[in-house]
């Protein structure tokens, strides 16, 4: 990141206001001037931008960060799975929150109204501050994610958190199961059930299952004689043991 | 303009033609009677008798008394405090005094001597004079603060921000546009930075909430739609001023902005048996966890309707599967009153 830059940076616009990414393509056009800089493009959702990424490399992405379905502070962290990531500067016009968890971490943002002279400065620093770390955006994210993601030969899938019926770890990857298909997902299967406490229930080791997706238990016959529960699932075949240690659930979500 | 000392409290007494001052009364009166007959009577069908026989006294004397205030409140209220508070006790003196000689052979009643019954009547008139003093000079800092409050709950800065920045992104491509939102933004912080303590008709309501959206119209496009229901809306009506305004702002805050499809924000307001009724609908997804922003708006709303109008007004909350509706049910009052 240190090599002096030939080529312009090349520079992609998150917001879901569209005045507000006219606005910011004014601005970035009065630190062309002095910066030499190409706008790659414009997004105005989250989604979009993942699909807009995948397409197009950009050096850094100006994110807003309230937007609807996902917001700023997650798509950044969908954006690390990218093969070679952009830089990302948050902006938003007010976030109390936000901003007092930006200055703990020292993560780059900037406020709208958005002046020339403090983009420029953030866009010729682009210093390891617009590089969060993914522990970093992981505690700077208010709630859980809406959606999980799954990087598939440079393209980045969106798996709506709503959609998935179990979460099972196996070696290095965890698979996410929904109703059409099976993803890998690199996470830890113990900070997704930390995340979606509300959602998930875990059936034994290695295994979330959404609640909504519980169809009932069946009593299955065990190789000593001795039976055990299994969960069944609407919308998948498949069917879990449940461990001794999780045999409560049996009792609170049964039926 | 404005006085100079605003925190200053002048004793002032009620409107007697409030209902809920009413209700006060009559709840206080009743508690004191249910109270001496608990201490007159030794068991629960001896209180019971003592309190049907207070009742047979302080229930005709109430209900005089209420009449008599209704009748002279304007009368009342013209008079300076110390002069109307001497009225209404001489008032209650007479009414019990009139009761006492008339009541025995009307109303068929044992009656102690006339002087207990002065007593009496004093104690609880100059109690109740008492407790609206002090009630008044409670909400009375509140009143002289609805101002201030009102402007705090108000400005979001999120919207404050995210409008200017809209502006500016107009101004180099549609500066006449620019303007135009400029003034709109300029009356309506005219009126967030104004003394709201006084009432303001409906229609200056309308006509800033009106502002107000085509200002987020701006921002959002297409993902605002409004629907107005104002047909049969009085508009002389008189309301608390930033009433609708900070709910249309919530409407926009939490059922517009989290969504990616265009929502309807609905408003209707009508007049129906003398009251004025406001009510507004917007799209709403139950995963929010921004609430109590929302919360902080609504009470503040709540508490100005009942500084202005006690239990005359109410604003009820409805939350459907993917709407949300709030409804405020307001006395008409017309200039002049």
Redesign the interface.
């Known amino acids: 990141m240190t090599e002096a830059r030939e080529r312009p940076l090349r520079v992609v616009i998150v917001d879901?206001?569209?005045?507000?990414r006219?606005?910011m393509r004014?601005v970035l056009a009065d630190c062309a001037q002095q910066l030499p800089l190409t706008v790659e493009g414009e997004a105005e959702?989250g989604r979009a931008a993942l699909a807009l990424l995948a397409q197009r490399k950009a050096d850094v992405v100006l994110l807003d960060i309230?937007m609807?379905?996902m917001d700023g502070i997650e798509v950044a962290q969908h954006l690390q799975k990218l093969d070679d990531p952009p830089a990302v500067i948050f902006t938003t016009?007010?976030?109390a929150y936000a901003i007092r968890a930006f200055e703990v971490h020292a993560v780059d943002y900037l406020?709208?109204?958005i002046r020339a002279s403090r983009l420029r400065e953030a866009l010729l620093r682009l210093s390891s501050a617009a590089r969060p770390k993914p522990e970093t955006l992981r505690e700077l994210q208010?709630?859980p994610r809406a959606f999980l993601s799954a990087q598939e030969r440079g393209r980045i899938h969106l798996i709506p958190i709503g959609d998935i019926i179990y979460l099972k770890a196996e070696l290095k990857y965890v698979t996410a199961r929904t109703a059409m298909r099976e993803y890998l997902i690199e996470e830890s299967l113990m900070r997704l059930e930390q995340e979606y406490a509300e959602r998930f229930v875990r059936v034994h080791r290695n295994c979330l299952v959404a609640k909504d997706a519980i169809r009932g238990f069946e009593r299955a016959a065990g190789a000593g004689g001795e039976g055990h529960w299994v969960v069944v699932l609407n919308a998948c075949d498949e069917k879990f043991a449940v461990s001794r240690r999780q045999q409560h659930i049996v009792r609170e979500l049964g039926r | 303009m404005a006085s100079i000392n605003q925190n200053a409290y002048s004793s002032a007494l009620p409107n007697f033609r409030n209902l809920g001052i009413l209700l006060r009364i009559l709840l206080i009166v009743n508690v004191i009677a249910i109270g001496a007959a608990a201490v007159k009577g030794a068991t629960l069908h001896g209180i019971w008798r003592e309190l049907l026989d207070i009742s047979a006294v302080v229930q005709p004397l109430l209900l005089l008394s209420v009449l008599a205030l209704v009748a002279l409140n304007d009368l009342l209220k013209r008079l300076p405090y110390s002069l109307g508070a001497v009225v209404v006790i001489a008032l209650e003196l007479g009414l019990t005094t009139l009761l006492h000689v008339f009541g025995r052979p009307l109303l068929g009643v044992e009656m102690a001597s006339l002087e207990r019954y002065w007593v009496l009547a004093l104690i609880v008139t100059m109690t109740l004079l008492f407790y609206f003093d002090l009630r008044g000079r409670a909400l009375s800092p509140a009143l002289a603060e609805a101002r201030l409050q009102a402007l705090q709950a108000r400005i979001r800065p999120h919207f404050l921000f995210n409008s200017i920045n809209a502006v500016l992104s107009l101004i180099r491509q549609e500066p006449r546009r620019a303007e135009r939102a400029l003034e709109d933004m300029a009356d309506l912080f005219r009126v967030l930075m104004a003394d709201n303590r006084e009432l303001t008709p409906l229609a200056r309501e309308v006509e800033l909430c009106r502002e107000y959206l085509s200002l987020e119209e701006l921002r959002l496009g297409d993902r605002l739609r409004v629907e107005w229901h104002i047909d049969k809306m009085p508009g002389d009506a008189f309301i608390p001023p930033l009433v609708l305004q900070p709910l249309l702002e919530n409407a926009v805050y939490h059922g517009i902005e989290p969504r990616t499809a265009p929502g309807v924000i609905s408003i209707d307001l009508y007049l129906a048996r003398e009251q004025v009724h406001a009510v507004l609908r917007n799209p709403y997804q139950r995963d929010g966890n921004h609430h109590a922003g929302n919360k902080m708006a609504l009470a503040n709303i709540r508490e100005r309707l009942q500084l202005h109008f006690d239990a005359e007004a109410s604003l009820t909350t409805k939350v459907g599967d993917d709407a949300y509706q709030v409804h405020i049910i307001m006395p008409y009052v017309k200039a002049g009153k």
Do not use: I
């Open positions: 879901d206001e569209a005045p507000a006219s606005r004014d959702s309230r609807p379905e016009a007010y976030n406020l709208k109204p208010p709630g």
